[in-house]
C-alpha cells in the first residue's frame, strides 16, 4: 500500500489570543510548536488521506479556501479528512463567528475573532505539508495496535460513567520512514484557562515522547465530548502535560502489534440533518447565570476544592453558554452535518463535525469496533445524549442540537455503516 506523511509546523504570529476559555488570554510565548501533519495514500493515482492541525476548531473558512487550492493541483478534498485535535492553548481565529447564518454565530468568547491572515498561512502550510507526503509516498507495510487506555481520559461528568478509553493505533513502515496514526478520545485540556503558552497540550506531548521511534505521529482525536482528565490529572501545568505524554507512550510501547494483510482507504461522504433547539427566554438564561454563580460561590464558601469545585463551575459556565444561544439565536430550525464513513485497511471510522458524547458512540465502539474521529470537517459543538440535557450539563446547553438528536444521529450512522458492509461483503 502506497502511503506518504509529512508534517509542517502551524505556529502563529505572536501575541496572539488563546482559545478555548471564555476568558482573555493573551500569549506572547510559544511554549511546544503546533502542526499541520498528514498522511497520504496513493490510490491508483487518486490521492486520499487524513490533514489534521493542533488547533482548537476548523470550519468551512479553512476548508472552502483548501478545496480551491487542492483543485489547482488535482487533489479532490473531498478524498480528504479534515481535522483538529481541539488544543484549547492554540489561537483563536479560525471559526466563523460573525455569519449570522451560522450555529457558530455570537461565539466569540471561545473562538474569537476570525483571522483570515492566519487562515491563509494555515492554507499554505498544509499545501506544502500535503505536496510533501505525496513525494514521501511509498510502499508500506502496516501493523495495527488496539487496546484500551484508562489513566489518561475519564468521563468529566460523573465518575460513575464510562469513558470511550479505546486507542486505535497502525505503525505505517516503509523503506525510508516510519510512521504512526494514533486515535484516542481525550479533551486536550490539561492546560487550564490560565495558560498564556501556545501549546498542543498532552497530543503533543505522545508526539514528542515517540519523535525517536516515529517520523510522524499523527494523533486524530476521537469521541471526547465528555471525556477528559478532571478525574485523572495532579495538576494544570506542563509538568502534567508531559506526564500524560510519558504514560500514553509507556503503556502504548508494551502492545502487541498485529501485521494488516488487507489494504484500502475509502471514504464515503454522508449528509445527516439535525434539528436544533429553541432558545430560552433571555430573562431565563440570566436568571440561571446569578443562580449557578451563586452556588460557586458557596461551594468556595464551604471550602470545596478540586474536582467537585470543577462540576460546579462547569455548571456555570453552562449557564453562559445558554444566554450566549439564546442571546445570538438566528432562527435556524435544521442543519446538515457531514459524516464521513472511512475503510482504512478493514477498520472503519465515523467522522462527526463537532464533540460527541462517548456514551452514545460506545456501543458503536463495542458492538462493531468503529473508531470516532471527532473534530473533523467542520465544528457545530456538543453533540449529547438525551441525559445530558436532562442534568443540564455544560456540553447540552452549549449544544445548538435538540434533546434526542444524539440518539437520531447514532441511528442514522448505524445504517450507514450497516449499508457499507452490506454492499462490501
Known amino acids: 500500500m502506497k502511503i506518504g506523511f509529512s508534517k509542517e509546523k502551524i505556529n502563529p504570529s505572536l501575541p496572539v489570543q488563546l482559545g478555548g476559555f471564555a476568558v482573555e488570554r493573551i500569549s506572547k510565548k510559544i511554549h511546544d510548536d503546533l502542526f499541520v501533519k498528514t498522511m497520504v495514500v ?37 478524498n480528504f479528512i479534515v481535522g483538529v485535535t481541539h488544543t484549547h492553548s492554540g489561537p483563536m481565529g479560525t471559526v466563523d463567528t460573525k455569519n449570522s447564518s451560522s450555529l457558530m454565530y455570537g461565539k466569540d468568547e471561545i473562538f474569537g475573532p476570525v483571522d483570515e491572515t492566519y487562515i491563509q498561512h494555515l492554507v499554505n502550510q498544509t499545501l506544502l505539508c ?10 508500506c507495510t502496516i501493523k495495527k495496535i488496539s487496546y484500551d487506555e ?4 475519564r468521563n468529566r461528568n460523573s465518575e460513575e460513567l464510562q469513558g470511550d478509553s479505546k486507542v486505535i493505533a497502525f505503525e505505517i513502515t516503509g523503506n525510508k520512514t516510519k510512521n504512526l496514526f494514533v486515535n484516542y478520545a481525550c479533551h486536550p485540556t490539561v492546560l487550564n484557562h490560565t495558560n498564556l503558552e501556545v501549546s498542543a497540550d498532552y497530543p503533543g506531548s505522545i508526539s514528542k515522547n515517540l519523535e525517536n521511534d516515529y517520523h510522524v505521529v499523527l494523533f486524530a482525536n476521537g469521541a471526547c465530548g465528555d471525556i477528559s482528565t478532571r478525574f485523572t490529572r495532579k495538576s494544570s501545568g506542563y509538568e502534567e502535560v508531559q ?6 507512550v509507556e503503556h502504548f510501547k508494551t502492545k502487541s502489534k498485529v501485521e494488516i494483510k488487507r489494504e484500502g482507504f475509502n471514504v464515503e461522504n454522508h449528509f445527516v440533518k439535525m434539528i436544533t433547539k429553541m432558545p430560552l427566554p433571555l ?41 450566549v444561544y439564546s442571546k445570538y439565536y438566528n432562527n435556524i430550525k435544521e442543519t446538515e452535518i457531514k459524516v464521513t464513513l472511512v475503510d ?31 473534530y473533523t470537517n467542520g ?40 449499508t457499507y458492509k452490506e454492499r462490501n461483503k
Not at 476548531?57 to 483543485?71: G, Q, V
Not at 506526564?243 to 500514553?248: A, I, K, Q, V
Request: proline content about 1%.
Open 42 to 78: 496513493n490510490d491508483k493515482e487518486i490521492f486520499k488521506g487524513i490533514i489534521v492541525y493542533d488547533l482548537l476548531a476548523i470550519d468551512h473558512l479553512l476548508l472552502e479556501k483548501l478545496s480551491l487550492e487542492f483543485a489547482k493541483e488535482y487533489i479532490d478534498l473531498d
Open 130 to 139: 500535503v505536496k510533501e507526503a505525496i513525494k514521501n509516498v511509498e510502499e
Open 150 to 153: 484508562f489513566n489518561i481520559g
Open 243 to 248: 506526564r500524560y505524554g510519558e504514560l500514553f
Open 283 to 323: 430573562e431565563e438564561t440570566i436568571r440561571n447565570i446569578e443562580t449557578t454563580r451563586q452556588k460557586v460561590i458557596e461551594a468556595k464558601a464551604n471550602g470545596i476544592t478540586g474536582k467537585q469545585l470543577r462540576l460546579i463551575e462547569a455548571l456555570s459556565e453552562g449557564a453562559n453558554a445558554d444566554y
Open 344 to 374: 482504512f485497511c478493514g477498520q472503519l471510522f465515523i467522522t462527526v463535525p463537532g464533540e460527541i458524547f462517548s456514551e452514545l458512540t460506545n456501543t458503536l465502539r463495542e458492538k462493531e469496533d468503529i473508531g470516532i474521529l471527532g
Open 379 to 418: 465544528y457545530l459543538m456538543y453533540i449529547t445524549n438525551e441525559n445530558a440535557y436532562n442534568n443540564r450539563w455544560y456540553e447540552a446547553l452549549s449544544s445548538p442540537f435538540e434533546k434526542g438528536q444524539g440518539e437520531y444521529l447514532i441511528n442514522e450512522i448505524r445504517n450507514i455503516i450497516k
